[in-house]
């Protein structure tokens, strides 16, 4: 046993309840820490469910306008070509008890189309418009994810620490603790026994 291996001193009594004292409050941490991790993932988790949905029914609207678009406008491989590409994307951070998690956004302004009217037609347009919007609810569901992600590696290593403080180090100051002053305790009676036979001894004696 580790416990028994330590000195019974005062002294290694005082560290052994300052040790013990530090391994509860760093598990109630821990567990605090972890239970807040737990539910900002829950909630990112309902969020990411309703983006997931949103984008496929805008995907499914914004395919199903750019089908229609075609059959009467036919491929439009040269008005696609005058869309620029996207270089707006901002990306910052934010702590959730030590974890950085994302933030990216797009800055939301009127769509512009790159295309004349005479190249298009309305079902075009809604294809365009619809497609700009599956662009920025990508953007957003790609952050919700990530920072899921993290929160989950977070929680894990979290709850694998709050493990080994209250089934490891817990336990063991606490056997440490019981084992110094047990030790202390039976010294002070053999240290009470001897002093009183002594007393009996000189009483004997006349000494007294």
Do not use: C
Not at 34 to 55: T, W
Not at 88 to 102: D, F, Q
Request: aromatic share 6%.
């Amino acid at each position: 046993m580790a416990d028994k291996q330590i000195f019974p001193t005062k002294g290694n009594l005082i560290a052994a309840k300052r040790s013990l004292l530090q391994a509860q409050l760093g598990y109630e941490l821990m567990d605090r820490k972890r239970n807040i991790l737990i539910r900002e993932m829950l909630a990112l988790s309902d969020k990411a469910k309703e983006l997931q949905g949103s984008l496929e029914q805008t995907f499914a609207d914004a395919y199903l306008a750019l089908q229609k678009a075609n059959v009467t406008l036919g491929a439009r491989i040269p008005v696609t070509d005058q869309i620029p590409v996207e270089n707006g994307l901002n990306v910052s951070s934010r702590s959730v008890m030590g974890v950085e998690l994302p933030l990216a956004w797009l800055e939301r302004t009127p769509p512009h189309p790159a295309y004349g009217v005479m190249q298009s037609n309305s079902l075009y347009d809604k294809a365009y418009i619809r497609f700009n919007e599956v662009k920025h609810l990508s953007i957003v569901l790609a952050e919700v994810e990530n920072s899921i992600f993290r929160l989950s590696t977070a929680i894990k290593k979290t709850q694998k620490r709050a493990n080994a403080l209250d089934n490891i180090l817990v336990p063991m100051y606490r056997g440490q603790v019981r084992f110094i002053t047990a030790a202390l305790e039976e010294k002070e009676r053999e240290e009470f026994s001897r002093q009183k036979i002594i007393k009996n001894n000189k009483e004997a004696a006349g000494e007294v």
